[in-house]
């Protein structure tokens, strides 16, 4: 009879300390399993979870741009392009320009495909006196509308001509009303509109076409001034905006309206910060709770592996004592220790195996049901670890076999002389 044969017919005759030891193997991989199962699957579950959250704050810093844009255009352009020649110090100390420059420059900034500005508004403004109401001081504006881009809505449309737009203090001080007529320089408008109060010079200011104020004050195809947004992108700082324009208009000007540009930046840099710190909350708290489930499988899996080894070993100690008799038999038929070994160690090394297929099995599907991530086939092909498999399977029959090695070298020892004249 072959070693193979007496093996399988001791596990036959005493199947049922073979299953024990089977189920002690199968409960230490089956915890070991899932444990790290769960751990995958949390690692899964985080890794969706923050690039959810990330996909959503890209999103809502998307829809706040789109609303931080709407409320630049409330709060008006927050650039100034001014010409060449023009004093800083003039248009500080006096808040006016008195230099000019081509109409030609908005339409090349337009064409010039810049992503730094957008809404450009070409004008001509000039401080006058009004003869026909007692040489009284009044701001002229000629706009001739936003010169057309490829993108964004126009923030401002041009004055229909032969109409006006007048300012709050001019229509409180003259009683006027939309539809009036008035005459400026000799020449008759309709008020198209009127502003509310803006506490500026915009109050004492009267805006008409950009063609219509060039021929009354003798300034054909010039402008002295062209307001802009600054786009909300990356890059789009005011040095990097100088640059880009001084390319293409060299010597001109450009002034950053600070107050309004700050107000978008700080509104900007809050929503920023917050959608951060939220994601790395959540970084923190995943990681936290990672912490929590390596701490506890740090004490579990020695205790689980420690209690099936010993039981295995108790197992082999109380299996050597039933067969003392056998061996003694089998011994005196010519089978040598290391054979008698032999059969206690393989039979060890077979329940290690079995109990380690299966029980990688039972913890998988423990792990998959109870994890973060949805059971199912991507959920498993995704959690399933062959390493692990592999490890177990190797490591699963070498401890049961070290656990049966002691009772296996004594009942290997036994002299079957003695053995047979006490039986």
């Known amino acids: 009879m072959t070693l193979w044969q007496l093996i399988t017919k001791e596990i036959r005759l005493r199947w049922v300390g073979f299953v024990l030891a089977v189920a ?110 007692d040489q009284r001081p009044v701001v002229l504006v000629g706009m001739r509308g936003e010169v057309p881009l490829a993108r964004g809505e126009p923030m401002m449309v041009p004055v229909p001509p032969g109409s006006a737009v007048i300012g709050d203090g001019i229509r409180r001080s003259l009683a006027l009303k939309v539809g009036d007529s008035i005459t400026l320089l000799g020449r008759k408008f309709a008020v198209d509109s009127c502003l509310p109060e803006r506490g500026t010079k915009d109050d004492i200011t009267i805006w008409i076409g950009l063609r219509q104020a060039q021929e009354m004050l003798g300034a054909r195809g010039r402008i002295n001034s062209i307001l802009a947004l600054q786009c909300l992108c990356e890059g789009s700082d005011i040095a990097s905006i100088r640059r880009d324009v001084g390319r293409l208009l060299p010597g001109v000007q450009v002034i950053e309206l600070a107050s309004k540009t700050r107000t978008r930046a700080e509104a900007r840099g809050r929503a920023a910060a917050a959608a951060k710190t939220a994601i790395e909350a959540e970084r923190v708290h995943r990681a936290r709770l990672r912490r929590d489930q390596e701490s506890f499988m740090a004490w579990l899996l020695p205790l689980v592996t420690l209690g099936a080894a010993i039981w295995i070993g108790l197992l082999a100690s109380m299996n050597a004592r039933e067969r003392t008799p056998e061996i003694g038999i089998l011994r005196a038929l010519g089978l040598r220790s290391r054979q008698i070994a032999a059969i206690f160690l393989a039979r060890a090394a077979l329940a290690g195996l079995v109990g380690a297929v299966v029980g990688y099995g039972v913890g998988f599907a423990v792990g998959l049901l109870s994890g973060e991530t949805a059971a199912g086939a991507p959920g498993a092909a995704a959690l399933f670890m062959p390493g692990l498999l592999g490890l177990v399977v190797v490591a699963a029959p070498v401890v049961a076999g070290v656990a049966s090695l002691s009772p296996a070298v004594v009942a290997a020892r036994h002299d079957p002389a003695a053995i047979l004249r006490n039986g």
């Open 24 to 133: 002690s193997v199968l409960v230490a991989v089956a915890v070991l399993t899932a444990q790290l199962t769960l751990l995958a699957a949390h690692d899964l579950s985080t890794q969706r979870i923050l690039a959810q959250k990330q996909a959503d704050t890209e999103a809502e810093m998307r829809r706040m741009e789109d609303d931080y844009r709407k409320i630049m255009k409330a709060l008006g352009f927050n650039l100034l392009i001014l010409p060449a020649g023009q004093s800083l110090e003039e248009f500080y100390a006096e808040g006016r320009v008195t230099a000019d420059m081509p109409e030609q420059y908005a339409t090349k900034l337009a064409g010039a495909g810049l992503m730094t500005i957008n809404h450009l508004l070409p004008a001509l403004e000039r401080s006058i006196r009004w003869p026909e109401q």
